[in-house]
């Protein structure tokens, strides 16, 4: 049973850009949860979703941000018109349902220059 | 905002040597979990404490959760210098469909 899988692992964009991070999660899993970090710190909370619903957006800036967890496929983490502060390391993780462990993905390095 | 706040935010310790880090929160809440990441990677679960439960043992991790003083203690024992990463404990509140919330994490340096 591979993990959360994230890809890419790096991603470069430059300013004005669009970003898209994938999340496959484990299998049999139908909870997604977003976050990113910035150096040196924790991870803060972005978004919750189950298959097809988004649960919980209230870490989600309002502007540029979208995600969604289609029925088929990764679930999708959108940023349009990247800015050098969405530079970041964002992490995805899954679980069964909402309260067991959550198993992260090795998340996605994004630098915007 | 952050639910779970680690204390201290860095620790250093010579391998061998016991490290006792905590995690205070807010709210009521379901579980408490403890996660660890090295430098660059991904979080990896380490061990959950339900509500009601007041200790968890798991190797040489032991967990404690006071939820009077809505407070958790992670401690490692005997330490390794491998054991040196950034640990978060994370909260599932009791309030219905939440996610789980970190905390800002304690920074571990086991010197060999």
């Known amino acids: 049973n591979a993990g959360v899988m994230q890809n890419p692992r790096h991603l470069v964009r430059r300013r004005g850009q669009e970003a898209r991070l994938r999340c496959s999660p484990m299998k049999g899993h139908s909870h997604v949860y977003w976050y990113r970090q910035l150096p040196e710190e924790g991870l803060k909370f972005m978004v919750y979703?189950?298959?097809?619903?988004?649960?919980?957006e209230s870490g989600m800036p309002k502007e540029r941000f979208s995600a969604e967890f289609p029925k088929e496929g990764p679930s999708i983490l959108r940023i349009q018109q990247v800015v050098r502060g969405d530079s970041a390391a964002y992490f995805c993780?899954?679980?069964?349902?909402?309260?067991?462990?959550?198993?992260f993905g090795q998340g996605t390095r994004l630098t915007v220059v | 905002s952050q639910q779970g706040e680690e204390d201290p935010q860095a620790l250093s310790i010579q391998e061998g040597e016991n490290a006792t880090m905590n995690c205070s929160y807010k709210?009521?809440?379901?579980?408490l979990q403890w996660y660890r990441q090295n430098s660059g990677r991904g979080l990896v679960h380490l061990i959950l404490i339900r509500s009601n439960e007041r200790e968890k043992h798991s190797g040489r991790l032991r967990v404690t959760l006071d939820t009077s003083k809505k407070s958790s203690s992670l401690l490692i024992t005997a330490s390794r210098a491998a054991d040196t990463a950034s640990y978060f404990c994370?909260?599932?509140?009791?309030?219905?469909?939440?996610?789980?919330?970190f905390g800002k994490g304690t920074r571990l340096s086991v010197i060999a």
């Open positions: 979703l189950q298959k097809e619903n988004i649960i919980d």
């Open positions: 993780a899954s679980s069964p349902r909402q309260g067991l462990i959550a198993f």
């Open positions: 709210t009521s809440i379901n579980n």
């Open positions: 994370a909260t599932d509140e009791d309030s219905g469909n939440t996610p789980l919330v």
